[in-house]
């Protein structure tokens, strides 16, 4: 599943969403009043901005503390990389609300009912891997399990019906933190397997087997006619080894276990300016609501 933090437009983020149950908590305390509410909904409030505020704290340090790699250098492992993304086909996404070419959409489609809720009738998004650029080399970067956030965000209304598209376009700067891992052609390979597979191959033509290694033409192929075959098979998957090991490996920036994996339009010096922004206006929320809860508490 693909997160969504839409900055610097208006939309729903991981971020935004804690803001706004905290506030229907708020409103649900002064509603009701009453002190056990109260302390229900402030102590809510408490856990909802201490965990809020370790999420951003630890973003910004990810941001911050990661430094910059080039791809045609860059060591295996979780690393930061900066570039312009362009799509891995010649034809490029296409949104499927807009129809813009893209490198990556997410959209989702809410129908007004009748006593004036919004209920979602359609979600989705793409999941193609994209090519990042950065001038010193290319690498493929999997937005699955990515955090992503754009600055590209359309939303209007068609009569009951309300329409939001999230976007990252060709060309755009894209920041990256994630795992990078390159996959060699070669990987994996077992020599003795691959013979055996040939000489399969081999024995389905029994006519062309028998031109190339039936030497006193007896119409069978004998222990020493087959030792010959097999030892044509072993220099043939040689070369092909040989060959497979020369390819440049595919460079690939994907989820990271147990770090955070971004994938921005957004330049970094702001999305860390951001977080520590939303990371205290949490640890306000926390402190504020704390002291509350302990006024409550203290009423008889």
């Given at each position: 599943?693909?997160?969504?933090?839409?900055?610097?437009?208006?939309?729903?983020?991981?971020?935004?969403?804690?803001?706004?149950?905290?506030?229907?908590?708020?409103?649900?305390?002064?509603?009701?009043?009453?002190?056990?509410?109260?302390?229900?909904?402030?102590?809510?409030?408490?856990?909802?901005?201490?965990?809020?505020?370790?999420?951003?704290?630890?973003?910004?340090?990810?941001?911050?503390?990661?430094?910059?790699?080039?791809?045609?250098?860059?060591?295996?492992?979780?690393?930061?990389?900066?570039?312009?993304?362009?799509?891995?086909?010649?034809?490029?996404?296409?949104?499927?609300?807009?129809?813009?070419?893209?490198?990556?959409?997410?959209?989702?489609?809410?129908?007004?009912?009748?006593?004036?809720?919004w209920e979602l009738?359609?979600?989705?998004?793409?999941?193609?891997?994209?090519?990042?650029?950065?001038?010193?080399?290319?690498?493929?970067?999997?937005?699955?399990?990515?955090?992503?956030?754009?600055?590209?965000?359309?939303?209007?209304?068609?009569?009951?019906?309300?329409?939001?598209?999230?976007?990252?376009?060709?060309?755009?700067?894209?920041?990256?933190?994630?795992?990078?891992?390159?996959?060699?052609?070669?990987?994996?390979?077992?020599?003795?397997?691959?013979?055996?597979?040939?000489?399969?191959?081999?024995?389905?033509?029994?006519?062309?087997?028998?031109?190339?290694?039936?030497?006193?033409?007896?119409?069978?192929?004998?222990?020493?006619?087959?030792?010959?075959?097999?030892?044509?098979?072993?220099?043939?998957?040689?070369?092909?080894?040989?060959?497979?090991?020369?390819?440049?490996?595919?460079?690939?920036v994907r989820e990271?276990?147990?770090?955070?994996?971004?994938?921005?339009?957004?330049?970094?010096?702001?999305?860390?300016?951001?977080?520590?922004?939303?990371?205290?206006?949490?640890?306000?929320?926390?402190?504020?609501?704390?002291?509350?809860?302990?006024?409550?508490?203290?009423?008889?």
């Open positions: 599943m693909v997160r969504i933090s839409p900055f610097g437009v208006l939309g729903t983020s991981l971020h935004a969403g804690v803001a706004a149950v905290q506030l229907m908590l708020l409103l649900a305390a002064f509603k009701i009043g009453q002190r056990q509410v109260w302390l229900l909904c402030l102590a809510s409030i408490s856990v909802l901005a201490f965990l809020a505020w370790v999420s951003a704290l630890r973003r910004r340090r990810a941001i911050e503390g990661t430094p910059t790699a080039r791809i045609a250098t860059s060591a295996q492992g979780y690393v930061e990389l900066h570039g312009y993304g362009r799509p891995l086909d010649v034809n490029p996404l296409h949104s499927p609300l807009t129809g813009v070419a893209c490198l990556w959409y997410r959209y989702h489609v809410e129908h007004k009912t009748h006593d004036d809720k009738l359609e979600q989705a998004q793409s999941q193609t891997c994209f090519v990042l650029d950065d001038g010193s080399g290319q690498c493929l970067v999997d937005p699955q399990g990515a955090e992503i956030l754009t600055r590209h965000c359309q939303r209007w209304n068609d009569g009951a019906y309300r329409y939001v598209e999230w976007t990252l376009l060709r060309q755009d700067k894209i920041y990256v933190l994630g795992n990078f891992v390159t996959r060699h052609a070669s990987e994996g390979l077992d020599a003795g397997v691959d013979v055996r597979h040939l000489l399969d191959e081999w024995k389905k033509d029994q006519p062309a087997l028998l031109r190339r290694f039936d030497l006193d033409s007896d119409g069978q192929i004998d222990q020493q006619e087959w030792a010959l075959a097999r030892s044509a098979a072993r220099r043939e998957i040689e070369k092909q080894h040989r060959e497979l090991r020369q390819q440049p490996g595919l460079h690939v990271a276990s147990a770090s955070l994996y971004l994938i921005s339009n957004h330049e970094p010096e702001k999305l860390a300016q951001r977080f520590l922004w939303i990371g205290l206006f949490q640890l306000l929320c926390f402190l504020i609501a704390l002291g509350f809860f302990g006024w409550w508490w203290q009423r008889a």
